[in-house]
């Protein structure tokens, strides 16, 4: 029974001790089993990929009234397959006066800072790589590896459609990086902790419905980061070829394809983790493996929010996306990360004057908060009815007139 509740776990004593009992010492067995557990987390992202890639197809293709991938295999489902052999065999090229250490090391980092973030995700109680202390810390450094990742992508690669989608890059992963931070400072101050793991047993009560606002801004700037509809103006097909990975062919084109649908699915994961409780559900302490149910079941729920919003929305503009994030998020995440700040400290000081049974304490305080942010999102909507939005002002000139020439002069003889 205890394999079938929490088979990870058994696994990994069992696998330890056989390596005790060999006379390997335990220092050397605790980094054989963490090299083991980051091997499989690795592979577990590659294969993530193949799936989701079917998966957003059959959705583009269900949403927009057509089947989607059908042929190789039921309902299409070894699609991808196919895809993947055609890009390992396409040629590699190489641009001429290209940095080719630099241009030969973004796609490995674009991929890399993605694989990195599930080293710190816990899938069940008893089910994470490493549980730091400092864990939302650890996703922001590792969140710029990757936008690291496509700047040197564009720079080196001696093309100038690729330098300006590097270009694009800094104005819109950089910006984006400023509100989900401070969203993600509204989850540490709820659950008093920087560890994710921690931020999960925290979540009595899921930090969505004390602070939607946070999950918002948080869920928008994660989506920005990904360069995905509407935020793809890192790769603008109509005005950029495709931006800093046109001169990219073959498995490093590749790289790039896998790590922007794995980033996708890493977001929802993120935002289940951190604003819906991850793994936490029904028997889910009892039974670690139920951890991993939930955790996946509210991961694909917001991926599927991913999809649908790539699929419906048009690409913004530079000036409106840089106007979204610096003019709307950016100032209501401050406002939210300060209220949020006072309000829950207030609430501590006063709550123990009042004679309230203690369970009811995390409800009441979640409601406290949901009603701080409904109270936030009402001032802000009517903020936003006094601020008119300035059009093209046109200039109304009269139309001109055809007129006839006029004939010319007879000539008198």
Do not use: C
């Not at 929490?6 to 220092?27: E, H, K, S």
């Not at 959705?59 to 190789?72: F, K, S």
């Not at 990219?248 to 790590?259: D, Q, R, T």
């Amino acid at each position: 029974m205890y394999f079938l509740s929490d088979p990870i776990t058994f696994i990994a004593n069992w696998l330890g001790n056989l390596l005790l009992g060999w006379g390997v010492t335990q220092p050397v067995v605790t980094v054989i089993l963490k090299f083991i557990g980051a091997g499989l987390v690795g592979t577990f992202g590659f294969s993530l990929v193949i799936f989701t890639i079917w998966l957003e197809r059959k959705l583009y293709g269900r949403i927009q009234d057509r089947l989607g991938p059908n042929r190789v295999g039921p309902w299409g489902i070894f699609q991808t397959f196919p895809d993947m052999i055609k890009i390992f065999t396409k040629e590699y090229i190489t641009p001429v006066g290209a940095d080719k250490v630099v241009y030969n090391l973004a796609p490995i980092l674009s991929v890399s800072a993605v694989l990195l973030t599930w080293a710190v995700i816990p899938f069940a109680q008893t089910i994470v790589g490493t549980d730091v202390n400092v864990g939302v810390l650890y996703l922001v450094a590792v969140g710029g590896i990757g936008a690291l990742g496509i700047i040197l992508a564009g720079y080196s690669s001696n093309n100038k459609y690729s330098l300006l989608g590097a270009f694009r890059a800094v104005a819109q992963i950089v910006s984006y990086e400023v509100p989900m931070v401070l969203a993600l400072l509204v989850p540490v101050l709820l659950g008093r902790s920087m560890g994710v793991n921690s931020l999960v047993n925290a979540q009595s009560i899921w930090f969505v419905i004390m602070s939607p606002i946070a999950a918002f801004i948080f869920f928008t700037s994660s989506m920005a980061e990904t360069g995905r509809a509407p935020f793809d103006l890192l790769e603008a097909e109509s005005e950029l070829v495709a931006g800093y990975q046109t001169e990219y062919s073959g498995l490093k084109f590749g790289m790039f394809y896998v790590g922007e649908f794995l980033h996708a699915f890493t977001i929802s994961a993120l935002t289940a983790t951190l604003f819906l409780g991850g793994w936490r559900g029904p028997w889910a302490e009892q039974i670690p493996i139920l951890g991993v149910v939930w955790f996946f079941l509210k991961a694909f729920i917001v991926y599927f929010v991913v999809v649908l919003i790539r699929i419906s929305m048009p690409r913004l503009r530079i000036d409106q996306m840089l106007n979204f994030n610096w003019k709307f998020l950016t100032p209501l995440a401050l406002v939210l990360l300060v209220v949020t700040s006072v309000v829950d400290k207030l609430f501590y000081i006063i709550i123990p004057g009042f004679n309230i049974v203690g369970g009811i304490i995390p409800w009441v305080r979640a409601g406290v908060h949901l009603l701080v942010n409904a109270i936030i999102v009402l001032i802000t909507v009517q903020i936003l009815k006094t601020h008119q939005i300035k059009g093209l002002q046109v200039v109304r000139k009269p139309r001109p007139v055809a007129v006839a020439p006029e004939p010319p002069a007879l000539v008198i003889s």
